[in-house]
Structure formats: structure tokens, C-alpha cells
């Protein structure tokens, strides 16, 4: 409840269960994901409910064999894979399985984000599958963003190239 940061945390991590949570943060708090999932494998988040002002369950770097079912996600960002790209050597995602989750009045519904300009080598997502997700006051219900980041200064930059480009054309 009201975490300051990532509610639960799974990192370097196999065989993990996660079942019948219920996570709650305010709708305007950052960084608050409900479940983060990084560098793990044959991890299962299962019948839980998680309200939050970020991602419901985020699967970053380095997971495989991951499973998300049963999950009511809302308020929040969604369910999300990343934010991916941001440092050289992140592992691959892959065998991602979201199914039977009811998403409603998120931002996102299930999204896939990377950093802009992107870490050599670059990292692989491979494997995915979103299925029977119900979706209700969803903004942005799939969305694939690989100019994702965060911070002001970012908007900062994309106004100034933009500017630049009329100049020169």
C-alpha cells in the first residue's frame, strides 16, 4: 500500500509466484509500479489486482518465461515491457504470456517501450503474447513507443529538432 517506489520488486530472480496480491498507490504518484519484473525467469503473477500511478506489472531487461493472468490493472500506465535500450548489454525479453487481465482507466493497455537512440547491441523482445485482455477507458490501448523517455529534457530536445528542421527546409 503506497509504496514510494516499486511495490514488489523481482530482480536476479527464478521461480517466482505472485498470486491473489492486491497493490494500491495513488493515481498521481510516480514511479510506483505495482510488480516489476528484471533480469528473472519463470516468473508468475497470478488473480491479483493492482492500482497504481505507474505500471500495473512492468517486465523489464533480462525476463523470460514470464506469465501475467488474472491481473485487474487500474489506474496506471498498464502493463508494460521496459523501458528497454537504456544501458549496452541489457538482456532479452522473451516469452512474455499476458492473458485473461482486465486493464480500465489506464493511460496504456499494454505497451512496449525503448529508449530513444537505443543501447549497443541492441536488446531483443521475442515471444510475446497478449490474449483475452479486456480493455475499458483505455487511452492508448497497444502502443509500441521506441522514443520513450521521461524527462523534461527530452521534450526539450524534440521541440528543438523539430524547430531546427523548419529552418532548413
Known sequence: LDSKFFHVAVVGSQDVRIHGVSI?????????????????????????????????????????????????????????????????????????????????GTSNGVRIKTWRGGSWPPTAVAGLVFEDIVMRKVRNPIIIDQEYCPYPSCRESVRTLRSRSKLIN
Not at 504518484?29 to 528473472?40: A, E, L, R
Not at 503473477?45 to 497504481?52: G, L, M, P, R, Y
Not at 505507474?54 to 500506465?77: F, R
Not at 541489457?90 to 482486465?102: P, Q, S, W, Y
Open 24 to 104: 494500491r498507490a495513488p493515481r498521481s504518484s510516480p514511479n510506483t509500479d505495482g510488480v516489476h519484473i528484471q533480469g528473472s525467469s519463470n516468473v508468475r503473477v497470478t488473480d491479483s489486482a493492482v492500482a497504481t500511478g505507474d505500471d500495473c506489472v512492468s517486465v523489464g531487461p533480462g525476463s523470460s518465461d514470464v506469465l501475467v493472468s488474472g491481473v485487474a490493472c487500474g489506474p496506471g500506465h498498464g502493463i508494460s515491457v521496459g523501458s528497454l535500450g537504456r544501458y549496452p548489454g541489457e538482456g532479452d525479453v522473451r516469452r512474455l504470456r499476458v492473458a485473461n487481465c482486465t486493464v480500465a
